[in-house]
């Protein structure tokens, strides 16, 4: 198997040198059948799929930590085995794309007069060791008036929403707080999220933890009452930069200029091993780009397993920042695939077009959508909702370069409705992924049907693209402007198209 520790110029100069095709290549590639989307889709099984997510639960399980974190052993088995996959099918140029992260681990626990309350760390927090007591700050805790003297010395008590999570700590720490629980605004079990790597200008992190938000009021309407609540918070973090990879495999054929770019990403949070999250989009792509190996294209395809998504979308910004702009306007859409496999499923394509929550993606984003409800109601024939371009996952770099986007998505901790309930079955009141972020994500907790029903839809894509992108409007050049924040999605914008965002996604402020 090809390791992953060659220096960076290696990795690319072995990329370069399988670069231009042979005329062997290029002879057999011309014998190979055009590709269709029935010829493809029916290549895609489950058994593949399932096969291929027992390799990674494998990967996770072979090592003390059982998940695929970014940087450590059983996501670097993953990595190898996406590159040596598809590199020996001597139809793509293969590359690894090495950058360095900073990686953070760590352990809380937040207890309140000797009751346990389920916190939950979140990345990047610092250490410390407190007992004081709980504070509300106003509002959101978005702004710095939010914070009373009172908090000094103390621990803030802040609900999430609006804004970052980082934000909200550091304000914290101006404040003064010795640490900081944010309490979930949404009816589930626990609340994690990431910070986001440092520093912020505001000022440094303090201890952060989050909790349910059945705890978090429940703490707020004893300290309304008149009570003191004393917690005692206790948060254990390191923090070490570690070397990654994304796997980028373009197909030899193809028109280079005119390229679909299909995203999934490879890395697990520390808790479990990711098999749905996002072990299905990594091998969904994977299966198709084995299919299509078969064929031929007209239109280039590339296939990106971006690494370090669980940390803030790591992988793809840098991906994307790595581009030129003369190469970032050869992508002419992003699909990205991001849990495609939720035991309790739904069917949800992201919202290109803004009809249903008032913020289209760019130009070709709505078409997009649409290609996928076409597939969905005619050939799929299963039911179909909208979901936002929340920024919750790798096309949000894309957007914010101004490139067309779209996707799939089954499902993650939001509860299904009655509604929902009736049209794709499964259980009410239940979360799509009971096991999202949990120890618990792993082959067992597939839905299978969801998992090739989505893979046979990415197949239909690439076959659909692959052939013409004559469905979608002219190009328009990419958005090549740079802020002082890296961008990470685009949420919130007043306007129903989708305009550059100098703000932190909602891994950042999950509201």
Not at 201 to 218: D, H, R
Not at 226 to 235: C, L
Not at 318 to 328: G, R
Not at 449 to 459: S, Y
Request: aromatic letters at 8%.
């Amino acid at each position: 198997m090809r390791s992953i520790s060659c220096a960076a110029a290696l990795c690319v100069l072995a990329t370069l040198g399988s670069a231009v095709p042979t005329s062997l290549e290029s002879r057999q590639a011309r014998e190979l059948p055009l590709v269709g989307s029935a010829e493809l889709r029916k290549l895609i099984q489950e058994s593949d799929l399932l096969a291929k997510s027992k390799i990674l639960e494998g990967f996770a399980y072979a090592i003390p930590e059982r998940n695929r974190v970014f940087g450590g052993a059983g996501h670097n088995a993953t990595v190898n085995y996406l590159y040596d996959t598809v590199a020996a099918l001597n139809s793509y140029n293969v590359e690894f794309q090495p950058f360095v992260e900073l990686y953070t681990d760590g352990n809380a626990s937040l207890k309140v007069n000797g009751v346990d309350q389920g916190a939950k760390l979140f990345t990047y927090s610092t250490s410390g060791k407190f007992s004081e007591a709980l504070v509300p700050v106003a509002n959101l805790g978005c702004n710095a008036s939010d914070y009373p003297a009172e908090v000094k010395g103390k621990i803030a008590l802040i609900s999430r929403g609006t804004c970052q999570f980082g934000l909200k700590s550091s304000l914290a720490g101006v404040a003064g707080a010795d640490a900081a629980v944010i309490y979930d605004n949404i009816n589930e079990t626990s609340l994690a999220g990431t910070l986001g790597a440092p520093p912020r200008p505001e000022g440094l992190y303090v201890p952060t933890v989050g909790i349910s938000l059945a705890n978090g009021t429940a703490l707020l309407a004893a300290i309304n009452s008149g009570q003191t609540v004393i917690a005692d918070i206790d948060v254990f973090s390191i923090a070490e930069n570690r070397t990654t990879y994304n796997v980028i495999a373009q197909t030899k054929g193809g028109d280079p200029n005119n390229v679909l770019v299909l995203t999934a990403h490879t890395d697990s949070v520390i808790a479990g091993p990711g098999i749905n999250d996002n072990g299905s989009g990594s091998i969904g792509l994977l299966q198709v780009a084995i299919e299509l190996a078969k064929f031929r294209v007209r239109n280039a395809i590339r296939f990106v397993w971006v690494s370090a998504e669980e940390f803030g979308l790591l992988g793809s910004t840098f991906y994307v920042a790595s581009l030129a702009a003369a190469e970032l306007n050869k992508i002419r859409l992003n699909l990205n695939f991001d849990m495609i496999a939720s035991p309790n499923y739904i069917y949800s394509v992201y919202d290109g077009d803004g009809s249903a929550f008032n913020a289209s993606g760019p130009p070709g984003s709505a078409e997009a959508e649409r290609l996928f409800e076409d597939y969905f109601k005619n050939e799929a024939k299963q039911p179909l909702v909208p979901t936002d371009f929340d920024g919750r996952s790798d096309y949000g770099p894309f957007l914010d370069a101004g490139i067309p986007t779209g996707g799939l998505f089954t499902g993650a901790e939001v509860v299904k409705t009655d509604a929902e309930q009736r049209l794709f079955g499964g259980e009410a009141g239940v979360a799509y992924d009971i096991n999202y972020h949990g120890a618990g994500d792993n082959v067992a907790n597939l839905n299978l049907t969801a998992f090739g029903v989505c893979t046979e839809a990415i197949a239909h894509a690439v076959a659909t693209y692959g052939l013409s992108f004559s469905t979608l409007p002219p190009k328009v050049l990419a958005n090549t402007t740079t802020t002082t924040t890296p961008p990470r999605s685009l949420r919130g914008a007043p306007a129903k198209t989708r305009t550059l965002s100098k703000v932190f996604d909602r891994f950042f402020a999950i509201s």
